[in-house]
T-cell receptor, first 116, second 114 residues
Framework: AQSVTQPDIHITVSEGASLELRCNYS??????LFWYVQSPGQGLQLLLK??????LVQGIKGFEAEFKRSQSSFNLRKPSVHWSDAAEYFC??????????????FGTGTKLQVIP | DTAVSQTPKYLVTQMGNDKSIKCEQN?????MYWYKQDSKKFLKIMFS???????INETVPNRFSPKSPDKAHLNLHINSLELGDSAVYFC?????????????FGSGTRLTVV
């Protein structure tokens, strides 16, 4: 069964500092990987996704993530954090689609706090 | 235009009542989902419909019944509400083709059972 682990429940960074949020997955083959962000009282917004190809993917809001098969990881990074990045971040894994549905499993989330 | 819209945004009701949450998407996606987010922010899939056909039905009490009148709508009806049903319920949709998929979420319905 697929699963996702986000080892950090809560991370605090200073505005302007770099950020890395960790995500490890368990899946029998190369899965589809996603990062979502949830601002307070809002739904989840897709930041970026990895299906295949270049293991470094770029997303919205200046975020990027790197897929490392050997480590079963898909960590999210941002070189310089802005106060508006404070939110909950979810890593998610799903099986490769074959023109059909996908059942995506979410991690437990990492809450990011940004201090001035 | 809101891509995935849910109504109502907030729902407070007493135990034992029956309630419905509506979801509509205007993205032309073929697949729609219901997820439940608990107080610890854990997201768990409940149901998925692909073009009005139920394709995922997780271990959910049968008090929960989804209905999809067409591929743009997926409603969730809950009978005999219990305290443990209190959560935020998210609707989402996704295109069918593998290159473009990724969920688009609604803004959620916060259900409080008292």
């Amino acid at each position: 069964a697929q699963s996702v682990t986000q080892p950090d429940i809560h991370i605090t960074v200073s505005e302007g500092a770099s950020l890395e949020l960790r995500c490890n997955y368990s899946y029998g083959a190369t899965p589809y990987l996603f990062w979502y962000v949830q601002s307070p009282g809002q739904g989840l917004q897709l930041l970026l996704k990895y299906f295949s190809g270049d293991t470094l993917v770029q997303g919205i809001k200046g975020f990027e993530a790197e897929f490392k098969r050997s480590q079963s990881s898909f960590n999210l990074r941002k070189p310089s954090v802005h106060w508006s990045d404070a939110a909950e971040y979810f890593c998610a894994v799903g099986p490769p689609a074959s023109g059909g549905y996908q059942k995506v499993t979410f991690g437990t989330g990492t809450k990011l706090q940004v201090i001035p | 235009d809101t891509a995935v819209s849910q109504t109502p945004k907030y729902l407070v009701t007493q135990m034992g009542n029956d309630k419905s949450i509506k979801c509509e998407q205007n993205l032309g996606h073929d697949t729609m989902y219901w997820y439940k987010q608990d107080s610890k922010k854990f997201l768990k899939i409940m149901f998925s419909y692909n073009n009005k056909e139920l394709i995922i039905n997780e271990t959910v009490p049968n008090r929960f019944s989804p209905k999809s009148p067409d591929k743009a709508h997926l409603n969730l009806h809950i009978n005999s509400l219990e305290l443990g049903d209190s959560a935020v319920y998210f609707c989402a949709s996704s295109p069918l083709d593998s290159q473009n998929y990724g969920y688009t979420f609604g803004s959620g319905t916060r259900l409080t059972v008292v």
